[in-house]
Structures are given as C-alpha cells and as structure tokens.
T-cell receptor, first 112, second 117 residues
Framework: DQQVKQNSPSLSVQEGRISILNCDYT??????FLWYKKYPAEGPTFLIS?????DKNEDGRFTVFLNKSAKHLSLHIVPSQPGDSAVYFC???????????FGKGTHLIIQP | EPEVTQTPSHQVTQMGQEVILRCVPI?????FYWYRQILGQKVEFLVS????????KSEIFDDQFSVERPDGSNFTLKIRSTKLEDSAMYFC???????????????FGSGTRLTIV
C-alpha cells in the first residue's frame, strides 16, 4: 500500500537547468510534506517542507509546490548543480501520526 | 551543526542472536525515532519515543523489537532473535517537535548497516 508515490526512479538533468521531482500521495490525512536528500552511506538530510495550508514554499534554489486537490507535490531545483546529484525522498505526515511515510525515492543525476 | 550519531556504522550478527543499535540524538531534542531501509526499498517508520515511552509504533515493530533511553543521552534499538530479513540500514532520528507542529523535519543519523548471516 503505497501512500506516497514517487513514480520516477531516476531523473537526469543537465547542469544549470531546472530539476523537477514529483510525488503523489493518497492519504487525505496527510497535512505536512517534506523532501529529504540522501547521499550514499549517509542518512537522509532534510531539505524543505510545506504545510497543507500553503501551495508553495521557497528556500534558495529549492521550491516545493503543493496541489492539494490533485494530491500532488513537486520539488523544483533551479539551477541544478553537480552537488545536487543524490536520491530525493518525498515524505508525508498527518492525522496525528508521529511517523513519516516515505516514497521510494528518485535518483537525480546532474550531468555536466 | 548538531548531529545525530549512530554506532556502529556496520554490524554483522548471526541469525538468532540479539543486536543493539545505538544512537545519540541531538541534546535538546525531545522526540526520537527509528527507521529502517531494506536494500532497494523505501525508508520505513519503526517507532517514535517521547517522554521516556513509546509514542507510536508501526506494524513492523513487533515483540522482537524494543527501544530504550537508558541514561538520558543514548537511545537504543534492540532486536532479539534476529532473522535474515532484519538485514537493513537502520536510521535513528530526533526532532524538537513533531514535523509540522513546531519542527520542520527530523535530523537523521548516518545509519547502521545491519547484516544478519
């Protein structure tokens, strides 16, 4: 039962261009969404989050968009840099739960 | 920048044995968590711990598992009678508050790779 889905296992983007990572969710109780970045042999690192009462949150090169009616969120990275190459996880929480529900991740590869 | 520290980084244990994974959360954090990631699969929530007791646990966290905060700084995950399918990366995390309720997100440790042989 995949409550959080990241349908693209990998994404290749040229350096300097925009990277767009997508995430869909099914649980209407989710009210807070997060993006984590993970390098090999390291734990996930918090990147950016958004509350369900907002539709956009921006932090430097990173912007997260939330379309609540479509149960869809996306992470935009502009401009993409080589250091952005990593696995990106979408996660969600809500309904009084403590635990995050993660997607399977998207491996972003930034090409020079 | 404050870190969540996990030891050991890699643990090899014989099937049926008990293993203890250790974590030192960030000192002013109040919520502590364990997650695991089986190779090739998603990161899964195991348990949250608050105010010296389990706050929430997932279906994965059965009687084989237990958590403890023995001395106010360490946070441990014990797995009894380990099975081959317990092999995974185990991540500890901590936060000042629940995400969306005063905290933006957890801080994760680098993980312990547990291999059951």
């Amino acid at each position: 039962d995949q409550q959080v889905k990241q349908n693209s296992p990998s994404l290749s983007v040229q350096e300097g261009r925009i990277s767009i990572l997508n995430c869909d969710y099914t649980n209407s109780m989710f009210d807070y969404f997060l993006w984590y970045k993970k390098y090999p042999a390291e734990g996930p690192t918090f990147l950016i989050s958004i509350s369900s009462i907002k539709d956009k949150n921006e932090d430097g090169r990173f912007t997260v968009f939330l379309n609540k009616s479509a149960k869809h969120l996306s992470l935009h990275i502009v401009p993409s840099q080589p250091g952005d190459s990593a696995v990106y996880f979408c996660a969600a929480i809500g309904g009084g739960a403590d635990g995050l529900t993660f997607g399977k991740g998207t491996h972003l590869i930034i090409q020079p | 920048e404050p870190e969540v520290t996990q030891t050991p980084s890699h643990q090899v244990t014989q099937m049926g044995q008990e293993v203890i994974l250790r974590c030192v959360p960030i000192s002013n954090h109040l919520y502590f968590y364990w997650y695991r990631q089986i190779l090739g699969q998603k990161v899964e929530f195991l348990v949250s711990f608050y105010n010296n007791e389990i706050s929430e646990k997932s279906e994965i966290f059965d009687d084989q598992f237990s958590v403890e905060r023995p001395d106010g700084s360490n946070f441990t995950l014990k797995i009894r009678s380990t099975k081959l399918e317990d092999s995974a990366m185990y991540f500890c995390a901590s936060s000042e508050a629940l995400p969306g309720q005063g905290a933006y997100g957890y801080t994760f440790g680098s993980g312990t790779r547990l291999t059951i042989v």
